[in-house]
C-alpha cells in the first residue's frame, strides 16, 4: 500500500479522490516547480475529504493553482501540455525557481566560517545558537507548501544547506564557546533513524558550553508514530537530560487538527515523559489558519498539552508566499484577537514575527503618534547583538506583507541601516 504520495504522483491520488482533470493538471504543473510530498496519515487522519478544497489540511499539503505567479505557472503548463518530457521540464524548472526567492532573509549569509573557508550545513545568524541541517535529515514526512526552505527539497545541490560531517559541527562549536543552543533542523531530523540522529547528538555531550540541544520538527504533526513506534529515540532523550542538557522539540503546529488525533497526543507525552520541553510555532497563513478562532484553538490545545506557545511568524518572501502571506495588518490583528480570547499561560507565543535578514522583527502593536498611524516594531534577535531589544516604527500600510513593503516613521532609515547592515 502507498505510504507516500510525491510531486506530481500527487495528481493520481486526487483522482483516486474524485477531484477533476482541471485540477489535476494544476497538481502536475505547481509540483513540477515546487516540492509536494503528502504522507498517508495527513491523507487518511488529518485532511477531511469531504471539505476538499477548503480543507485547511488539504490547502496546507496540496498544490493550488495560486501558488505560482503567471510567469512560472504558464511556461511550466504549456510544456506539460505540450506532452514534453521530465528531462525539458526539468531544465525549464530550474531557471524559473530563481525567481522565487530560494533563499530569503539572507539565509546564505548566515554560513559561518572555519580557517576562512564556509562550514556547508550550518548557520550562526544569533550569537548564542547554531543551526545545523544534517544531510540525512533533509526531508520530512510531509512538505507544508509555504514552507520556506523549500530549495532544500527540489533536488538540486546548489540551492541546499547540508552537512554530512559531524566532525565539522563539533570543530566549530569548540572554537565558539558563545554558542549555547544548537538547533538540528532541515528539513526534519526526525526522518532520520535514532542511531543516525545519535551521530550527530552525541558530541554535543561532551561540549560543555552547549547546554540546550532543540530538534526542529513536524513529525508529531505529520508521523507521530516515528516517537510511539521507537522507544531507542526515547532513550536518547532521557540520555541527553541526564548528561544536563535541555532536549527543546520545536514542533510546528499550523492547525489544531494535527495535534487532535490519539497518536500524536501520545507521541507528545511520551516526549514530555522523556524530559523533553515542547514548544510549538507557525506562520499565519491564508487558507490554513488567518483566523482568530484557529490560533485561540490550536494554542488552547498546547497549553493543555503542555506545549508551550512559541511563534506566530509572518510568511517569508519566498515560493507559494502570494497564495499564503497575509497583510501585516491582518496579521497582528489576528493575532492580537487571538490572545484576548486565551489565558496567560497560552499567551506566550510572540508574535506576528518577520525572521528578516537583520533579525526577527516583531510587529508589538499600533498606535498613533503626532497624527501619524504607525506600527509599533522591534528587534528580538538581532543579526548586531546591539540591536536586540531596539523599537522603532513604521508607517502604517493596509497591504504591506514583509518588511520591505514598510517605510521608515520618525527616522531616516530603519535601525540596522545605520550600524553597518542592511535589509
Not at 103 to 118: E, K, W
Amino acid at each position: 500500500m502507498t505510504r507516500t504520495w510525491r510531486g506530481t504522483r500527487l495528481a493520481d491520488l486526487a483522482a483516486e479522490r474524485g477531484l477533476d482533470e482541471a485540477y489535476r493538471h494544476e497538481i502536475r504543473v505547481v509540483a513540477s516547480v515546487l516540492p509536494f510530498k503528502v504522507d498517508r496519515y495527513v491523507v487518511d487522519e488529518l485532511i477531511d475529504w469531504s471539505a476538499v478544497p477548503d480543507d485547511p489540511i488539504f490547502r496546507l499539503t496540496f498544490p493550488a493553482r495560486g501558488m505560482l505567479p503567471d510567469d512560472v505557472y504558464e511556461p511550466v503548463s504549456k510544456l506539460i501540455r505540450d506532452g514534453a518530457g521530465e528531462r525539458e521540464v526539468r531544465a525549464a524548472v530550474t531557471d524559473l525557481r530563481r525567481r522565487l526567492n530560494p533563499h530569503p532573509s539572507g539565509q546564505a549569509d548566515n554560513v559561518p566560517l572555519l580557517n576562512g573557508d564556509p562550514v556547508g550545513g550550518l548557520q550562526h545568524k544569533y550569537r548564542h545558537t547554531v543551526l545545523v541541517f544534517p544531510s540525512p535529515g533533509q526531508t520530512c514526512h510531509s512538505y507544508c507548501g509555504y514552507c520556506f526552505r523549500w530549495a532544500q527539497f527540489v533536488g538540486e545541490p546548489g540551492l541546499r544547506f547540508a552537512s554530512s560531517r559531524p566532525e565539522d559541527m563539533v570543530t566549530y562549536l569548540r572554537r565558539h564557546p558563545e554558542v549555547t543552543d544548537v538547533l538540528l533542523t532541515g528539513g526534519d531530523p526526525l526522518v532520520m533513524s535514532t542511531p543516525v540522529l545519535r551521530r550527530w547528538i552525541d558530541p554535543l555531550l561532551d561540549i560543555g558550553h552547549v547546554s540546550t540541544i532543540r530538534i526542529g520538527t513536524k513529525a508529531l504533526a505529520y508521523a507521530p508514530s516515528r516517537v510511539t513506534d521507537d522507544p531507542t529515540l526515547l532513550h536518547l532523550v532521557e540520555r541527553c537530560v541526564r548528561a544536563g542538557r535541555q532536549v527543546a522539540v520545536m514542533m510546528h503546529v499550523s492547525h489544531a487538527r494535527e495535534l487532535a488525533t490519539d497518536s500524536a497526543r501520545r507521541a507528545i507525552a511520551l516526549l514530555r515523559g522523556a524530559g523533553a520541553t515542547l514548544r510549538a510555532q507557525a506562520p499565519i497563513i491564508r487558507h490554513v489558519n488567518d483566523d482568530p478562532a484557529a490560533w485561540a484553538d490550536m494554542w488552547q490545545a498546547m497549553v493543555s498539552l503542555g506545549i508551550a506557545p512559541y511563534y506566530s511568524f509572518v510568511e517569508r518572501d519566498t515560493g507559494a508566499m502570494a497564495w499564503f502571506e497575509v497583510p501585516l495588518a491582518r496579521a497582528l490583528a489576528v493575532h492580537t484577537e487571538a490572545q484576548r480570547r486565551v489565558g496567560g499561560l497560552a499567551r506566550t507565543a510572540r508574535g506576528p514575527v518577520m525572521s528578516a535578514t537583520p533579525g526577527k522583527i516583531v510587529i508589538d502593536g499600533e498606535t498613533t503618534v503626532g497624527g501619524e498611524r504607525v506600527f509599533v516594531l522591534r528587534m528580538l534577535q538581532a543579526r548586531d547583538p546591539a540591536l536586540t531589544g531596539r523599537v522603532f516604527f513604521a508607517h502604517h500600510s493596509a497591504d504591506a506583507t514583509w518588511i520591505d513593503g514598510l517605510r521608515p516613521a520618525f527616522a531616516p532609515h530603519w535601525p540596522w541601516e545605520t550600524t553597518g547592515g542592511s535589509e
